[in-house]
């Protein structure tokens, strides 16, 4: 899985039949940085469908390819990428390099 | 999922009979583009089966991998790529970046 | 889907039981390139089999994944490429950057 | 399947339901480097669940795509990276380049 | 599929239980060079498990995705990688560029 923050929407009104009510985020994907103390910006983005209700800002876990199909959102649709958690910590040698309600 | 621009279209006479009436479309691969204020090329293209009758020049979203064959049109087809909705808008951080319609 | 230039063979005698007859294709990577009018190579290459019976020097298309399995030739065995339909014609932007039979 | 060393974990205290008790953890994903005489890093992570108890600091072996639903843990959960081996020796060219238990 | 020379092991004893009793090979994973007269070092390596019985130093033909999982070896397995054949010979543009027992 990979991680990333949720900065955006994209709306399509004609679409695939099955399609109908999911909501596609935007979600620039990020990569661990240790050294520089937490996440950074890969500088690529993907276009996930949101199972577990993620808010503007958030940083999400996203799993890719065909496990992407295995909620009960996008089950039997043609969907490759969907965000299923929302991250709350991130440790990464001992020490919180994320934390959702750091100050 | 990932977005591009519908450039072109392939033709391919001699094909595995399970492809016959597919639509082949030239995707641009796009990727976000916040500071730059919208969608910009990747450089690389793919080609994808059209499931929804997207037009030369429109801005589409594709699905990749197994989830490609999750539509009427590919299911059961040797089918990795497939146009699955045409794009209206996508907003970042509260901006416009795309719109349909503009201009 | 990808497209590439058919530019070998690779023959392997030893190999898994299901793989007997198939042809193994060597595929030369090409990505569009409107402004040089057409082709340009990658650089990289994939060992496809051809389901369709593409000459040497032929301009095919390719799918790869679990969808290079979704012919009757590839069907249930160990394959994650596979060329399913050569190339007559490539048009992008309203020209043609690509014709089979052109002089 | 890759390589990597356990560095840190995850935790989403909301996701989908079929994740609740599987553990995330990140591992830092490594490459041979025969010349250098072991692994090397190669700057990126992925997010995977452990399906075999592996230990902070621990080099593991990982499964990516639809392959890392294939154990009891991961079955039919949206899931696309695993942790399924616990690496003892890696051994190239006859050297051994890694060994857990080297002092 | 992908080409490489087989230049080592890994050895896992702590593992899924599915994965007993299978041979895990690292792969150099190589690219077709025609100007180079034969084969060039990708600088990249996979672990592949191994279903033909390949040897040290061999040049291998494999799978990777769920298409790995196609074998009698793998089936049903966490695996993502799979040898399966061995290769004789490449001939790319008419010459032969490897030839397995060359002298």
Chains 1, 2, 3, 4, 5 share one sequence.
Do not use: N, W
């Amino acid at each position: 899985m990979i991680v990333g923050e949720v900065v955006g929407t994209i709306v399509a009104t004609r679409k695939e039949k099955t399609l109908q009510g999911l909501k596609f985020q935007i979600v620039k994907i990020e990569d661990m940085d240790p050294e520089g103390g937490g996440l950074k910006p890969t500088g690529r983005y993907i276009i996930a469908v949101d199972a577990v209700g993620a808010g503007h800002g958030e940083t999400v876990l996203c799993a890719q390819g065909s496990s992407a199909r295995l909620t009960d959102k996008t089950k039997d649709r043609p969907i490759d990428a969907v965000i299923m958690g929302i991250v709350d910590t991130i440790e990464i040698e001992g020490e919180k390099i994320f934390e959702k309600y750091a100050g």
